[in-house]
């Protein structure tokens, strides 16, 4: 029997223990749920770098009792330099994914906390040294390399070894670092405890920003203090759809999570009866090529958006869209999918609120440009741009096409749910999969998370688009879907190609209740 963790005065669900417990610490301090994802996040920074940094971007969804829920899209815009005649001249028919060259977006994730401080009703009930303390005490004295980072590491050494100053923290001996080794990274310690000592602000317009870039100048990189300097996140309204058992919010371009909507709201109208049958797969793998479909012709900077996307959610376009979906037979899926490496984290706290927060670098350790001073390494985040036209084609400011998308459902029974994962292109089915498990068909949070899943399309540099099934599935389920015609290939089970997911549910009665994969290395804990 697998049992989440529930309480009653507030609950944080992480890919790492340490920041699920930093979170944990915050509330049972008096801080709220905005405040514990701060702590939250800035833990997950230090232990989790192959799948965020500081140098990344961060969205958040938060839903406050009694309103609606409120989106923060920290999406770092271009450089003013950036653009496609600019990576013409350096010698670039296509957009670069490591190096100087590939750190070409503001990293927006702080200046997110930030802006979600400013939402804490009645102001900040804890100072940024209260917030930053376990960041700071797990890089200073080192943390446990976990078997993931090791992995990861030793995986993509040969594209980030020479890249500008990642060696020299990720790979302090010369080699990648094995499972269970201590990794300390002092420069990240000072980073944070100048953000708590001058304020979050310091990182765009203080002494942060200024040695961030003169490193970046120096590099080779487009990014120059003025791009730091104008950047702010921005309070956003979520897109939504009006599903059977309640509404679903996700965040708005740039991120795909008009494509976590399309996929629910398709695979809605197919009134499927029944959890992990044939149905329930074939219909959800379906909805989501006919999401992705749409996606990648359209989605991007939603300043060059036509039509914009909230239209993509009418029920004229959904309906076309659901008439396009063969019930039995597997369409053919040549498509060119986007990798990503993040993380996903839920909090909650006894006054009700809810957090669903997502913070990522891209691909693993980003771009890998890391500047020794300050121990912060920057994404490639701006690799997701075109150098042709369309609306997400590179340009000065522009935001690039995103694949964070924190999921929110408001349930019709009166729970809000706050779910998500990272895996790049297997977010939205990710999310579709512990959604339909566990609002529809009703099975336990912790269960829909833990079950057998699946990932369409290619991932983490896999040479396959096939529809890759964990090998826990009932082998003639298996045997069904390649009959319909879907290219299946089996993936060790609980792999890490299926996503880190978490969950998160706060019921009418008040209890809160958390759940974490079993595929990564976090925690579900509640007070």
Same mark, same amino acid.
């Given at each position: 029997m697998l049992h989440s963790a529930k309480g009653l005065n507030g609950c944080v669900t992480a890919p790492h223990a340490a920041a699920a417990l930093a979170g944990r610490d915050i509330l049972a301090k008096g801080g709220t749920a905005i405040e514990a994802m701060v702590a939250a996040a800035a833990t997950i920074a230090v232990v989790y770098p192959h799948m965020n940094s500081i140098g990344g971007d961060g969205f958040w969804i938060i839903q406050k009792p009694g309103k609606p829920p409120v989106g923060i899209s920290a999406c770092g815009r271009a450089a003013e330099l950036a653009t496609p005649d600019w990576y013409a001249d350096h010698g670039h028919s296509e957009m670069p994914t490591r190096g100087a060259h590939a750190a070409l977006t503001v990293p927006g994730t702080i200046a997110g906390w930030a802006k979600?401080?400013?939402? +804490?009703?009645?102001?900040?009930?804890?100072?940024?040294?209260?917030?930053?303390?376990?960041? =700071?005490?797990?890089?200073?004295?080192?943390?446990? +390399?976990?078997?993931?980072?090791?992995?990861?590491?030793?995986?993509?050494?040969?594209?980030?070894?020479? +890249?500008?100053?990642?060696?020299?923290?990720?790979?302090?001996? &010369?080699?990648?670092?094995?499972?269970? *080794? +201590?990794?300390?990274?002092?420069? @990240? %310690?000072?980073?944070?405890?100048? @953000?708590?000592?001058?304020?979050?602000?310091?990182?765009?317009?203080? $002494?942060?920003?200024?040695?961030? %870039?003169?490193?970046?100048?120096?590099? &080779?990189?487009?990014? !120059?203090? $003025?791009?730091?300097?104008?950047?702010?996140?921005?309070?956003?309204?979520?897109? $939504?759809?009006?599903?059977?058992?309640?509404t679903v919010f996700n965040m708005p371009p740039p991120t795909q999570g008009v494509s976590s909507l399309m996929i629910l709201a398709l695979f809605d109208r197919l009134k499927v009866a029944q959890a992990e049958g044939f149905d329930h797969l074939h219909g959800l793998i379906e909805a989501t090529k006919q999401a992705f479909i749409m996606r990648n012709a359209g989605l991007g900077d939603p300043d060059f958006m036509d039509p914009p996307a909230a239209d993509w959610l009418s029920d004229a376009t959904l309906d076309g869209l659901h008439a396009? =979906? *063969?019930? !039995?037979? %597997?369409? %053919?899926?040549?498509?060119?999918?986007?990798?990503?490496?993040?993380?996903?984290? &839920?909090?909650?706290?006894?006054d009700g609120t809810v957090v669903s927060f997502i913070q990522s670098v891209y691909w693993e350790f980003g771009s890998g440009l890391t500047c020794p001073d300050t121990g912060v390494f920057f994404q490639n985040r701006g690799a997701g741009f075109s150098l042709t036209p369309g609306p997400n084609q590179l340009g000065p400011f522009r935001r690039p096409f995103h694949t964070l998308n924190p999921a929110l459902a408001q349930l019709k029974d009166g729970r809000v749910m706050a779910y998500g994962t990272m895996g790049g292109e297997g977010q939205p089915q990710t999310q579709a999969a512990i959604f339909t498990r566990s609002a529809m068909f009703g099975q336990g949070l912790q269960a829909a998370i833990t079950a057998p899943r699946w990932l369409l399309g290619r991932t983490w540099g896999d040479a396959t688009t096939s529809l890759k099934l964990e090998d826990r599935f009932a082998p003639d389920l298996v045997a069904k879907l390649t009959a319909s015609g879907h290219v299946v290939e089996m993936i060790e089970p609980f792999s890490d190609t299926a996503g880190h997911a978490g969950a998160l549910v706060r019921h009418p009665s008040g209890v809160m209740e958390g759940a974490s994969d079993p595929r990564a290395d976090g925690a579900a804990v509640t007070l």
């Amino acid at each position: 029997m697998l049992h989440s963790a529930k309480g009653l005065n507030g609950c944080v669900t992480a890919p790492h223990a340490a920041a699920a417990l930093a979170g944990r610490d915050i509330l049972a301090k008096g801080g709220t749920a905005i405040e514990a994802m701060v702590a939250a996040a800035a833990t997950i920074a230090v232990v989790y770098p192959h799948m965020n940094s500081i140098g990344g971007d961060g969205f958040w969804i938060i839903q406050k009792p009694g309103k609606p829920p409120v989106g923060i899209s920290a999406c770092g815009r271009a450089a003013e330099l950036a653009t496609p005649d600019w990576y013409a001249d350096h010698g670039h028919s296509e957009m670069p994914t490591r190096g100087a060259h590939a750190a070409l977006t503001v990293p927006g994730t702080i200046a997110g906390w930030a802006k979600a401080l400013e939402l +804490v009703d009645g102001g900040r009930r804890l100072g940024l040294g209260d917030l930053l303390a376990d960041a =700071i005490a797990h890089a200073r004295d080192g943390m446990v +390399v976990t078997r993931s980072q090791a992995a990861y590491t030793e995986a993509k050494m040969d594209g980030l070894k020479d +890249v500008p100053g990642f060696a020299g923290v990720f790979m302090p001996n &010369g080699t990648p670092p094995r499972e269970n *080794d +201590v990794l300390k990274q002092p420069a @990240l %310690a000072n980073t944070f405890e100048t @953000l708590a000592r001058e304020g979050l602000d310091a990182y765009y317009r203080g $002494s942060i920003a200024k040695t961030h %870039a003169a490193f970046l100048a120096a590099s &080779g990189s487009p990014l !120059r203090l $003025s791009d730091l300097e104008r950047f702010h996140a921005e309070i956003v309204t979520p897109l $939504s759809v009006e599903l059977s058992v309640g509404t679903v919010f996700n965040m708005p371009p740039p991120t795909q999570g008009v494509s976590s909507l399309m996929i629910l709201a398709l695979f809605d109208r197919l009134k499927v009866a029944q959890a992990e049958g044939f149905d329930h797969l074939h219909g959800l793998i379906e909805a989501t090529k006919q999401a992705f479909i749409m996606r990648n012709a359209g989605l991007g900077d939603p300043d060059f958006m036509d039509p914009p996307a909230a239209d993509w959610l009418s029920d004229a376009t959904l309906d076309g869209l659901h008439a396009n =979906i *063969d019930r !039995r037979r %597997a369409q %053919a899926w040549p498509h060119e999918p986007k990798p990503g490496d993040t993380i996903w984290m &839920g909090a909650a706290d006894r006054d009700g609120t809810v957090v669903s927060f997502i913070q990522s670098v891209y691909w693993e350790f980003g771009s890998g440009l890391t500047c020794p001073d300050t121990g912060v390494f920057f994404q490639n985040r701006g690799a997701g741009f075109s150098l042709t036209p369309g609306p997400n084609q590179l340009g000065p400011f522009r935001r690039p096409f995103h694949t964070l998308n924190p999921a929110l459902a408001q349930l019709k029974d009166g729970r809000v749910m706050a779910y998500g994962t990272m895996g790049g292109e297997g977010q939205p089915q990710t999310q579709a999969a512990i959604f339909t498990r566990s609002a529809m068909f009703g099975q336990g949070l912790q269960a829909a998370i833990t079950a057998p899943r699946w990932l369409l399309g290619r991932t983490w540099g896999d040479a396959t688009t096939s529809l890759k099934l964990e090998d826990r599935f009932a082998p003639d389920l298996v045997a069904k879907l390649t009959a319909s015609g879907h290219v299946v290939e089996m993936i060790e089970p609980f792999s890490d190609t299926a996503g880190h997911a978490g969950a998160l549910v706060r019921h009418p009665s008040g209890v809160m209740e958390g759940a974490s994969d079993p595929r990564a290395d976090g925690a579900a804990v509640t007070l």
